[in-house]
Structure formats: structure tokens, C-alpha cells
């Protein structure tokens, strides 16, 4: 395993606490993974992907602890942790940061600065996709980041835009490592 870093959804909804969000990974065996089809991850979908930035890990796990994100994991303390949606405006306001380094700033990385940078903002994008999506900046648009991704079962679509309050979301940061 790499040293990479996720920030993951899912989707339940209250009333019978059923997951109704769809995974973006459906090829296990392709990937030697058929094991997690019988975990709940299988129900997970990415919202963020960081290839060896080892910066953002560190300021990132600080971030969601801040805000109340816990350890998800006993037995790996560093490995899982809750992503408190509050979080979401300083991790936007984070990852731009980063994206507007100075060459001579940029951290000990695989990547050259316009890859690091390209990295920061297109996740910072996602991000700002779900400030919007909460009413965190005041907006609400729940087709820009659930249909046009499918990240919830055709079933359930019309339910969830007609009472978007009848769902739970719950992100995780996972440092992979």
C-alpha cells in the first residue's frame, strides 16, 4: 500500500438506517479486492484522492480532529477517521492554500509543483461541491453532486431531492499507508 490519502461518502437513510448510496469502485476481482464486497466500504464513493502528499495528510487529520473527526479504528488509531461535514470550510480554504505555493514552498513530494497544485484544486473543487450541497456557503444544489456522479440508487433519487433531510451522510478520511 502507498502512502494515500481519501476522503470517502456514504449514504443512509434515517427512517430503517439503509445505505443508498452506490460505490464508485464495482470491479473487486479486477483488483484483487472481492473481499471488500462483503464490507461496508463497498457502499462507499470518493470524493477525494491524494497520492503521496504527505503535507496534506499530516494538516488534514489535524483538521477533522479539530472539528470533532475521531479514530474510526482501535487497532489503527492514525488509519480511519470521521470527516465532521463542519470541516469542510476550513479543508476547502486548506487545499486552495496549498495549491498557491511558491515554487521554493512546495513540500518534499513525487509530484513537481503544477502536479501538486493541479492535485490541491481539483479536490478542492469536490469540496467546495459539498459546501453547496450542505447550505454551508448558503446554497443548496443537491443534482450537481448526487446525480450527475450516481452516487445514490436510482431507487431512492427522487426521494432524496424531494427530502434530502431524510438522509444521513458520513464521510471518512482514510490515511492509507
Same mark, same amino acid.
Given at each position: 500500500?502507498?502512502?494515500? @490519502?481519501?476522503? +470517502? ?9 439503509r445505505i443508498v448510496s452506490v460505490s464508485d469502485r464495482t470491479?473487486? %476481482?479486477?483488483?484483487?479486492? &472481492?473481499?471488500?464486497? %462483503? ?11 491524494? !497520492? ?5 495528510? *499530516? ?5 477533522? +480532529?479539530?472539528?470533532?473527526? %475521531?479514530?474510526?479504528?482501535e487497532e489503527e488509531p492514525d488509519y480511519m477517521f470521521s $470527516? ?14 496549498? &495549491? @498557491? #505555493? ?9 509530484? *513537481?509543483? @503544477?502536479?501538486? +497544485? ?9 469540496? #467546495?461541491?459539498?459546501? !453547496? ?5 448558503? !446554497? ?18 427522487? #426521494? ?7 438522509? $444521513? ?6 490515511? &492509507?499507508?
Amino acid at each position: 500500500m502507498g502512502l494515500d @490519502l481519501y476522503i +470517502q461518502a456514504r449514504i443512509r437513510k434515517k427512517a430503517d438506517n439503509r445505505i443508498v448510496s452506490v460505490s464508485d469502485r464495482t470491479d473487486y %476481482e479486477k483488483y484483487g479486492e &472481492s473481499w471488500l464486497k %462483503e464490507t461496508e466500504d463497498h457502499d462507499c464513493f470518493e470524493i477525494c484522492y491524494w !497520492r503521496k502528499c504527505y503535507d496534506v495528510r *499530516d494538516d488534514l487529520i489535524e483538521i477533522v +480532529q479539530k472539528y470533532g473527526g %475521531e479514530s474510526l479504528d482501535e487497532e489503527e488509531p492514525d488509519y480511519m477517521f470521521s $470527516v465532521p461535514k463542519e470541516s469542510f470550510p476550513e479543508i476547502y480554504k486548506y487545499l486552495i492554500g496549498r &495549491s @498557491l #505555493l511558491e515554487e521554493d514552498d512546495y513540500p518534499d513530494s513525487i509530484w *513537481d509543483p @503544477l502536479d501538486y +497544485q493541479a492535485i490541491n484544486l481539483k479536490n478542492a473543487e469536490k469540496i #467546495l461541491d459539498f459546501l !453547496r450541497f450542505f447550505e454551508i456557503d448558503g !446554497r443548496h444544489y443537491p443534482k450537481m453532486v448526487v446525480k450527475e456522479e450516481n452516487f445514490i440508487n436510482d431507487e431512492e433519487y427522487e #426521494l432524496f431531492c424531494k427530502n434530502p433531510e431524510d438522509y $444521513v451522510w458520513n464521510f471518512e478520511l482514510i490515511n &492509507s499507508y
